[in-house]
Every structure is written in C-alpha cells, then in structure tokens.
C-alpha cells in the first residue's frame, strides 16, 4: 500500500471501506467488491490501473482505455498554440477542454473516469481473491491455496512447506555430520585469525603470512630482553619494561 496512490477523488465504493473509509457513506454506483492497493497510470490519452497483490506485490494492469474525448482536448490546445488569439472560438472551446482531465477532480470527466475504472476492476478482480484469515487482497496465481482457500501465508502450500522443511533437516544433518570431523589438522589454532593482509588487504585463508604479498599475519612477537609474549610494535615490553 505504501508505494500505490490513491486517486485523490477515488470512488469511495472502490476502496476498502472498513480500514479507509469510517463514516462514509459509499457511492451509489454498483457495488464493486474488488478492492486492493493499486496506482493510477492514466494520462491525456486515456486510462490504465495497476492492481497490486498485498502479499508479493506483483502487479496486474488493466488494459489500456483510450479516451477520445480527452485526446480531442489536446489536439483543441495544439490548434489554439498554433494560431493564438485568431481564432477566438477555437480558443474558448480548447480552454472548455482543458476543464476535462483524466483526473477524479469532479463533474463529467470523474464520471467517465468512475465508468473506466469499474471496467478495469471487472478486467482485474478474477486475478485476485480476498483471504478471509488475514483480510489481504492476494494474487490468485502465486499467493492463494486454492485446496484450503486461504492466502499463502495463512495456509502456505504443502509442496512449500514439504521443500522447506527438507531444506531445514538438510542443513541440521550438514552441521551434525561437519561436527564428526576434525576440520583441525592443519591449522594452528592459537595463531589469531585475521580475515584480510594489514598490508594489502587481500582475503586470507588463515596460516601466518599473507598469500598475497607475505605480509606477517600473526602479530605477536617475543620481548628481545626476557623473552615474554608481547604484539608486535610494541614500544616497551609490558612485562620488564625494556625498549623493543
Ligand atoms: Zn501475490
Ligand atoms: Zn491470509
Ligand atoms: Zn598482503
Ligand atoms: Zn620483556
């Protein structure tokens, strides 16, 4: 819902009345039952929806209606760009034309905008079924079970879930078999790991120099006085204080 539009004028009938629409009374067009998230592709040219499912968001456009009597405004208003103040009656008739938009802003053209949208939601609604467990509008090619007649979510597809939990007891069955072996052998276990070269920043694979340009990746070094383990490029050895 967050990425679609309303029209600000939209048919309050269209729009899920008992989240939206509290208190208002719907039009007195036919009820239409389809409802769900959709964005408004409409132009000069005519009108286009697209209706999202709520669960995958995949889109269903509805196809694209002209509108003559609004394509006819733009060419008016080619015509009184062409010749300006010469020709009055095409001036008034072209400013008449601009009042109809392809917009719910109200009168004649909202009326041709309600009868189009119905068409496109009669187009559209068969491709949608309303889950009755979580109230979604879903897609009724990938998010709807149609054995259980639930939404995906609510009842997910047994085949999905068969997949999934094999998936599970395959990745449990990896790490029980991994933890069987000795993955020790070859490494030094009390060399710190460093996951990248200080020097050239190359991936590691472990060990004590880097591949890459032989950069000493194990940065502990030995006091030259007594001996003690101290990092490399310390100043003074923190066991008897002798200058390294
Ligand atoms: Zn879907
Ligand atoms: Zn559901
Ligand atoms: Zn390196
Ligand atoms: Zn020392």
Same mark, same amino acid.
């Given at each position: 819902m967050n990425l679609t539009t309303r029209g600000p004028g939209a048919p309050v009938a269209y729009v899920r009345t008992s989240l939206s629409c509290k208190g208002i009374t719907p039009a007195?067009?036919?009820?239409?039952?389809?409802?769900?998230?959709?964005? +408004?592709?409409?132009?000069?040219?005519?009108?286009?929806?697209?209706?999202?499912? +709520? @669960?995958?968001?995949?889109?269903?456009?509805?196809?694209?209606?002209?509108?003559?009597?609004? @394509?006819?405004?733009?060419?008016?208003?080619?015509? @009184?760009?062409?010749?300006?103040?010469?020709?009055?009656?095409?001036?008034?008739?072209?400013?008449?034309?601009?009042?109809?938009?392809?917009?719910?802003?109200?009168?004649?053209?909202?009326?041709?905008?309600?009868?189009?949208?119905?068409?496109?939601? +009669?187009?559209?609604?068969?491709?949608?079924?309303?889950?009755?467990?979580?109230?979604?509008?879903?897609?009724?090619?990938?998010?709807?079970?149609d054995h259980v007649g639930q939404c995906t979510r609510c009842s997910p597809m047994a085949a999905h879930q068969l997949a999934q939990a094999q998936a599970e007891a395959r990745g449990s069955q990896f790490r029980d078999a991994a933890n069987q072996q000795d993955w020790t052998q070859n490494q030094d276990m009390s060399v710190p790991s460093r996951v990248t070269c200080p020097t050239c920043a190359a991936n590691t694979t472990g060990g004590r120099f880097c591949g890459s340009c032989g950069t000493a990746l194990d940065l502990r070094t030995n006091c030259t006085g007594c001996g003690h383990q101290i990092q490399a490029g310390t100043a003074f050895c923190s066991n008897c204080g002798r200058a390294q």
């Open positions: 007195m067009t036919a009820p239409v039952v389809f409802t769900s998230s959709y964005s +408004d592709n409409s132009n000069d040219n005519g009108f286009q929806w697209e209706f999202h499912c +709520d @669960r995958c968001n995949t889109a269903y456009r509805s196809p694209f209606e002209q509108n003559y009597l609004s @394509r006819g405004r733009g060419v008016l208003r080619v015509l @009184r760009d062409l010749f300006g103040d010469y020709s009055k009656t095409i001036h008034k008739v072209s400013n008449a034309a601009d009042d109809f938009s392809n917009t719910w802003s109200g009168g004649a053209a909202s009326a041709t905008k309600d009868k189009a949208f119905t068409k496109a939601v +009669d187009l559209v609604k068969d491709d949608f079924r309303l889950c009755a467990g979580c109230g979604s509008w879903v897609c009724a090619r990938i998010c709807w079970n």
